[in-house]
């Protein structure tokens, strides 16, 4: 009995399913590649500036505040 309960795929549907599988990867990965075409590009990070020193300040560094 317990040979006619086996679940027996044969080798024609494994392929069938395994193209199948790749090609919806394919379909995934040409929407990605349009979805970042499309999408506009990211602003450089900016840096942080170093606040500028106060004109006429005698110690720019600070220190004596």
Do not use: F, Y
């Not at 395994?18 to 394919?26: D, L, P, Q, Y």
């Amino acid at each position: 009995m317990a040979s006619s309960s086996k679940k027996r795929t044969t080798m024609a549907k494994m392929n069938r399913e395994n193209s199948v599988r790749e090609k919806r990867m394919r379909k995934a990965a040409r929407k990605e590649a349009r979805r970042l075409e499309d999408a506009p590009s990211a602003p450089a990070p900016l840096e942080p500036k170093e606040p500028e020193a106060v004109i006429g300040d005698p110690d720019p560094s600070g220190v004596g505040r």
